[in-house]
Nanobody, 123 residues
Framework: VQLQAWGGVVQAGGSLRLSCAAS????????MGWFRQAPGKEREFVAR????????YYADSAKGRFTISRDNAKNTVILQMNSLKPEDTAVYYC??????????????????WGKGTQLTVSS
C-alpha cells in the first residue's frame, strides 16, 4: 500500500481538508488514520477510522474540530480540520494498518505510512 497526502497553508480559525490516497492492496481491509509531528515534538495520534468507516476515534486535541472520513470506492481517507490553531502546525502523516492495535496510540508499528505533508496555520 502506498499512501500520499496533500496539505497546505491556512490562517488561524480557518479550515482545511487533508486527503490521503491509497494504492495497492484492498483499501477496505485497512484501518486508516492520521498522526502529526510538530517541530521539536514527538509524533502524536490525531484520528483513526475503522475499515468500513463506522467507527472513529480522536485525540482530545482533535475532538470537536476535526472529522475523519473515508471513501472505500475511491481509496481515500479525509481529515476535515476546522477552527484551526497555530498549534496545529505540523507535518501530518497518513497511516494504514490491518488492525486497531496499540500502534495507533504508540505512533509506531503500523504497517504503512505516508511521507507526510506540511500543514502551516498562520496567526
Amino acid at each position: 500500500v502506498q499512501l500520499q497526502a496533500w496539505g497546505g497553508v491556512v490562517q488561524a480559525g480557518g479550515s482545511l481538508r487533508l486527503s490521503c490516497a491509497a494504492s495497492g492492496r484492498t483499501f477496505s481491509s485497512f484501518v486508516m488514520g492520521w498522526f502529526r509531528q510538530a517541530p521539536g515534538k514527538e509524533r502524536e495520534f490525531v484520528a483513526r477510522i475503522s475499515w468500513s468507516g463506522g467507527g472513529t476515534y480522536y485525540a482530545d486535541s482533535a475532538k470537536g474540530r476535526f472529522t475523519i472520513s473515508r471513501d472505500n470506492a475511491k481509496n481515500t481517507v479525509i481529515l476535515q480540520m476546522n477552527s484551526l490553531k497555530p498549534e496545529d502546525t505540523a507535518v501530518y502523516y497518513c497511516a494504514a494498518d490491518p488492525s486497531m492495535g496499540s500502534g495507533w496510540f504508540l505512533g509506531y508499528g503500523l504497517d504503512y505510512w505516508g511521507k507526510g505533508t506540511q500543514l502551516t496555520v498562520s496567526s
